[in-house]
């Protein structure tokens, strides 16, 4: 049977005056996927999320959210949906099991049983007021409020920044456990080794441009080596993205004493994706 796709942009352009924004982006994530959305602060990844749900308006393109028109039916949509923000605000004063509960009932849900789990596997402290609480307290409030209500999918803005490793790792436990019970999952991050352990494809993006998509297999294959090299008492490391027969001639002759050809990091692809 065909999956259908949880996400569908066509040519999606936000510009902001005379600032960039994105411009044409198209991409499309599969049902039960777990997506990467890859990019450095300021590419465009929290601009393309924003207008994907209809909180920014965007000039051209299209988004269909599963099956749904983002813009004509964005309630519809929402509903379906659970989202984090990379930047959480909440109300000061309210203690954090209120937030939690409000989030709830602005959907008109009863998530107790669930937002009690996810408290109690992301050690929230509900008692504590929002202004009491670090960056990665808030974070996880934010996960609570995201994924409480079992939503079909699932949208994180840089999810982990903030959270202590123990944390990051609860969380992606909690990543796979939804998505294993069918949630698609729409990640966005410039943790290389967030994406190359938890994803199945990716985009890149750069400048508000989508560059390159593909699974994270492919993305990670390259003819690009790093190469270390010691010959004539002498030790260099570099990349080489040329044939392996030339390569081996150059070398040929030298008086090598050590080398080690390797395959490149996702980090090392991604910097040459960027250069």
């Known amino acids: 049977m065909e999956r259908k796709n949880a996400i569908e942009i066509k040519d999606l352009t936000k510009t902001y005056g005379k600032k960039r ?47 749904s028109d983002a813009v004509k039916q964005q309630t519809e949509v929402l509903r379906q949906v659970g989202y984090m923000p990379s930047e959480t605000m909440f109300y000061p004063t309210m203690k954090a099991k209120d937030v939690i509960r409000f989030a709830a009932k602005v959907r008109n849900l009863d998530c107790t049983r669930e937002a009690e789990r996810l408290c109690r596997i992301l050690e929230v402290d509900g008692e504590k007021k929002i202004e009491e609480l670090s960056l990665g307290n808030r974070k996880k409030i934010s996960i609570v409020c995201a994924m409480q209500h079992n939503p079909r999918l699932l949208i994180f803005d840089e999810p982990t920044s903030g959270l202590d490793p123990l944390m990051q790792e609860a969380f992606f436990q909690l990543l796979m456990e939804y998505n294993k019970q069918g949630c698609t999952c729409f990640l966005s991050s410039h943790v290389l080794s967030e994406v190359e352990s938890y994803c199945k494809n990716a985009a890149i993006i750069k400048e508000g441009k989508i560059i390159k998509t593909d699974t994270v297999s492919n993305l990670s294959k390259s003819n690009m080596r790093r190469v270390f090299v010691r010959a004539n008492g002498q030790e260099k490391e570099f990349v080489y993205t040329g044939d392996m027969k030339e390569l081996i001639h150059k070398l040929d002759g030298m008086e090598v004493e050590d080398v080690l050809i390797r395959e490149p990091s996702l980090e090392e692809l991604f910097m040459h994706y960027y250069e």
């Open 21 to 67: 924004g994105v411009t044409h982006i198209s991409l499309s994530v599969e049902e039960g996927d777990i997506f990467g959305f890859l990019g450095p602060n300021g590419a465009g990844k929290s601009t393309t999320i924003r207008s994907m749900l209809g909180l920014l308006r965007f000039q051209e393109g299209e988004v269909r959210i599963l099956q």
